[in-house]
């Protein structure tokens, strides 16, 4: 019996899953995600003797609670709430179940985090730093290629706001001379138009140049690697700016390519850029993602009363 109800779990999984995937657009990291909450769920109800087609409220409530006994962040319980809740409601839709017992289901309050971000100063002090490397002829040409690889990275990620998914993925098309705009392709399968900069033209230049003297200009990915994926990794790039990041006196903990995401909106809206279009350049599709950033702006509004009203105090 117990086989049956987990090939039945399974199956209802991998349902809501190829809905996602085929209706919604969604990638594979976010439907490893969701595969891996729901597994998580699957796993609590079968121990429980309880399959997904028959989950009760009361079952589901449980579930819930275990997790909060088994220590898990707030920000963890109202994703796995949220993974719950999509498919007990896709289950509803398509006639799988009768009810849907997650609706009523009430999540964790989230205190607002405001996202780390770095000061104008740092992000200068790393392009600096990664700039100096990347222009040491002395080093063996291997190390040097690296370096630039970072600079451009450094570059690219800070004129561009990309993902770090998306920026290491970067097809080699990307670093045409004539190249003024990127197309990336983001959440969703959705393409989205963003703009390049002089200094991210520059980098990408002389980096390919690097690149072809090193003889490793066959790739289609503008950042190759051996590995399995073809190009750089992730985590490969979070290594080499933390690394970059203490030469700079920057901590470990508040450097990785999603804080530059961060400072490129954040340095944006402090110089009077519309949240619109900032939402616009990140690829978020709801602008109330976007509006982790108000902070910046309501200290901005702050300082242009105190700036500019005839009656602020000096």
Same mark, same amino acid.
Do not use: H, P
């Given at each position: 019996m117990a086989r049956a109800t987990t090939a039945s779990d399974d199956a209802l999984v991998e349902l809501f899953l190829d809905m996602q995937a085929a209706e919604r657009g969604a990638g594979k990291n976010t439907l490893d995600a969701y595969r891996n909450d729901l597994a998580d769920l699957t796993a609590h109800l079968r121990a429980a003797k309880v399959t997904v087609a028959k989950a009760t409220t009361d079952d &589901?409530?449980?579930?819930?609670?275990? &997790?909060?006994?088994?220590?898990?962040?707030?920000?963890?319980l109202a994703r796995r709430l949220s993974a719950t809740r999509q498919l007990f409601r896709f289950l509803y839709?398509?006639?799988k179940r009768g009810d849907d017992p997650a609706a009523v289901l009430e999540g964790p309050k989230r205190a607002r985090t405001l996202p780390k971000v770095l000061s104008i100063a740092e992000v200068d002090g790393l392009l600096t730093q990664a700039r100096r490397n990347a222009d040491n002829a002395e080093q063996a040409p291997a190390a040097r290629l690296r370096a630039s690889r970072l600079l451009c990275l450094l570059e690219v990620v800070y004129?561009?706001?990309l993902r770090v998914s998306e920026l290491v993925a970067l097809p080699a098309s990307a670093a045409r001379k004539d190249q003024r705009m990127l197309v990336v392709r983001g959440k969703g399968n959705k393409d989205r138009l963003v703009p390049l900069n002089g200094? /991210? =033209?520059r980098a990408m230049a002389d980096y390919l140049t690097l690149r072809s003297a090193a003889k490793a200009d066959q790739s289609k990915w503008l950042f190759p690697s051996s590995g399995e994926q073809g190009h &750089?990794?992730?985590q490969h790039f979070a290594r080499?700016? =933390? /690394?970059?990041?203490?030469?700079?006196?920057? /901590?470990?903990?508040?450097?990785?390519p999603h804080v530059l995401r961060h400072a490129f909106a954040s340095h944006l809206l402090h110089n009077g850029a519309d949240l619109r279009v900032v939402q616009t350049l990140l690829g978020h599709a709801d602008i109330s993602t976007t509006q982790i950033y108000t902070h910046v702006l309501e200290e901005r509004l702050k300082a242009l009363v105190r700036d500019l009203h005839p009656l602020a105090d000096g």
């Open positions: &589901l409530r449980d579930y819930l609670g275990s &997790l909060a006994d088994r220590g898990f962040a707030t920000a963890t839709a398509e006639g004129a561009t706001g200094a /991210s =033209k &750089l990794t992730r080499d700016l =933390k /690394s970059l990041g203490a030469a700079c006196g920057i /901590s470990g903990d508040r450097l990785s």
